[in-house]
């Protein structure tokens, strides 16, 4: 989204449809154009040498789906995965991972000229680079995430090699 998009600029009435996810107390909103699916949490097999934010690899219908833990990724305290946790199955460029939230609680279209950028007081517990602003709804605000900036390109390197070989590279 462009910084013209972000403060309001030219399209108005424009909606941008969202999947809201819980996460450290805390509400998110990850594009719907990102999301392929989500999955209550399945049984996790933890791989050696992982980065500590790779919960491990899953099994999803014959494919194998590496999965972080965001709260990890992010550095943010997180409760344990309960019955109201879940797996976020997002594309990121060509890479199909995971990711466990808290809980997921809605779809919702928001107005573009209801996001703006995000205050310090949110960009002190996440870093910037991860979020794509604010959105405004009613007396609600959702942290938008640039699912895209979540990880550096190493990473998205070491993600893939989980996903085509079940392994991290030495």
Known sequence: MSESTINGGSSTGELLQLVICQLSKEEYGIPISNVKEIIRIPNIIKIPRAPDYVEGIINLRSNVLPVINLATRFNLSHEEINNQSRVVVVEIGDIVTGMIVDAVTEVLRIPVGNIESAPEIITSKISE???????????????????NKV?????KVQISHLENAGSVPA
């Open 129 to 147: 680079k991860y979020i794509e602003g604010v959105g405004k709804i009613d007396e609600r605000l959702l942290i938008l995430l640039d699912i």
């Open 151 to 155: 990880f550096t390109e190493e990473q």
